[in-house]
């Protein structure tokens, strides 16, 4: 074992907002370490539970370690996505469901063609393969798959006795089948046999794949999974309950093609960043206006996305949500805020007031949005222009307001006091950027407007009001 470290160079690239693929190359591999470590963290947790259990864990994890050496891509795809992290989570600090060693087992042994059987359990009539999909071994699949995607939370797995059968309220359990070559794996249970197609990312009767979303400009490519049947895909967020439908998911492939453009066009390191980190798009519930857009660090390398409204706002969306996980992941390395001291602060993004860890996640990532309307405004004309302008003026603001309340507080250690150090040079240099006046008379409207509507809501904040 290593130990990781981040190199001042890419710590002060990441801290100047940006970084590029170089950086992020720093930050995954740190990510995987930690993926690693908490599936051997799950093996572990599993020898205090009752023999049966244990024993269980014990093989999956070794199965896990054997298909590794005969096909080291099959078990890094697994390993790497991203609600595979949420479960080794939530299992080790809440429902201590080490079963699902099991699932990454055979999904591997899927993968690779590894013709060992595996027992998994049975999640409301279903069996999850982490990265491939879902088969749905009882009752109607479509209305399975609506039932089986919980709104905003992770359901936890009912509980097993000491001799190892399931619970008259627990889960059933199936046995997954890899075959030896393509479209020969299959997934027997109580509920009947699904056999996983050739392409396990495309649907088949009884079986819903993880789909997948690509798009390429002028050389450079992203390729994402729509992942909207993995219970643990986003934690927290308002995930989808309802899957996209065959037109949906052409909508989806258009807009990412187009929001791919924009950003390889004209903001090449982001679209590299992105690109780098992320693999896996989960469907959001739609605001009532706008986009939702989200991530966790449990999940790196996830977004959560609703339908966007328009090209600029996915695109927008993308660069946000890059910085909240590069942040993320770096935070796992580095310590940039003190211990929370009760203290919460204005964010003028938000409708709560904010500790400072929220406050440097926030300015971050609206550096993030600032920097794409920065760019574009030079592109566009007419509405999208003015548009441009102003959204750059108000988050550039924005964020000068919040590194200033993170800086005047206390609030940070001394790696935090370099790294927004840093952030303020990029954020100082924007301020001497001219913006045409209507649009920054627009811009500080909308400022005002939050601050009065925080002030009714929250009483007066606390730390400076204005840039």
């Known amino acids: ?113 590894f013709p060992r059987p595996v027992q998994v359990v049975v999640r409301d009539g279903a069996v999850v393969l982490p990265s491939l999909g879902r088969a749905v071994l009882s009752g109607d699949s ?116 187009r929001a791919w453009r924009l950003l390889v066009r004209r903001h090449w390191t982001t679209a590299e960043e992105v690109a780098a980190t992320t693999t896996v798009l989960t469907p959001l519930t739609a605001p009532d206006e706008g986009l939702s857009s989200a991530t966790a660090t449990e999940t790196f390398g996830a977004i959560g996305v609703s339908v966007p409204p328009d090209d600029h706002s996915l695109a927008v969306s993308l660069a946000h949500e890059v910085q909240h996980a590069k942040l993320g992941a770096l935070l796992d390395l580095v310590e ?42 030079a592109h566009e004309q007419g509405d999208v222009a003015m548009r441009a302008h102003t959204e750059f003026a108000r988050w550039r603001d924005a964020s000068v307001l919040v590194a200033r309340t993170l800086q005047s507080g206390g609030l940070l250690t001394p790696e935090g006091e370099l790294f927004m150090a840093e952030l303020t040079r990029t954020l100082r240099v924007w301020c001497r950027e001219p913006v045409p006046a209507d649009a920054l008379e627009r811009a500080h409207a909308a400022a005002e407007q939050h601050r009065e509507r925080w002030r009714r809501r929250n009483g007066e904040p606390v730390g400076p009001t204005s840039p």
């Open 142 to 257: 479509a209305a399975a798959a609506a039932r089986h995607a919980p709104a905003d939370r992770v359901r936890p797995p009912g509980p097993l006795t000491a001799a190892g059968r399931d619970m008259p309220s627990g889960p059933a359990t199936a046995t997954v089948r890899p075959g030896p070559g393509p479209g020969r794996a299959e997934v027997i249970g109580p509920g009947g046999r699904v056999r996983i197609p050739a392409d396990p990312h495309r649907d088949a009767p009884g079986w819903q794949g993880i789909r997948r979303l690509e798009a390429e400009y002028q050389g450079m490519a992203i390729r994402l999974l729509l992942d909207d049947v993995d219970p643990y895909r986003l934690p927290g967020a308002g995930i989808r309950a309802s899957r996209p439908d065959a037109e949906e998911l052409d909508l989806w492939r258009s807009m990412l093609k």
């Open 336 to 377: 940039l805020t003190g211990p929370d001291d009760g203290r919460r602060f204005y964010a003028p993004w938000r409708d709560d007031p904010r500790p400072a860890w929220g406050l440097i996640q926030g300015v971050y990532a609206h550096v993030g949005v600032a920097g794409y309307w920065r760019r574009q405004r």
């Open 1 to 113: 074992m290593r130990r990781h470290h981040v190199p001042a160079k890419v710590f002060y690239a990441l801290a100047a907002g940006g970084g590029g693929a170089h950086a992020v190359g720093h930050l995954q591999a740190a990510q995987y370490s930690k993926r690693l470590l908490l599936l051997r963290a799950v093996r572990d947790a599993a020898r205090g539970e009752d023999p049966v259990r244990a024993r269980r864990a014990r093989q999956a994890f070794a199965l896990l370690a054997e298909i590794q050496r005969q096909a080291p891509e099959a078990v890094d795809a697994v390993v790497r996505h991203p609600a595979v992290g949420a479960w080794a989570r939530d299992a080790l600090l809440g429902s201590g469901d080490t079963g699902g060693l099991a699932e990454l087992a055979a999904a591997a042994a899927v993968r690779a063609g």
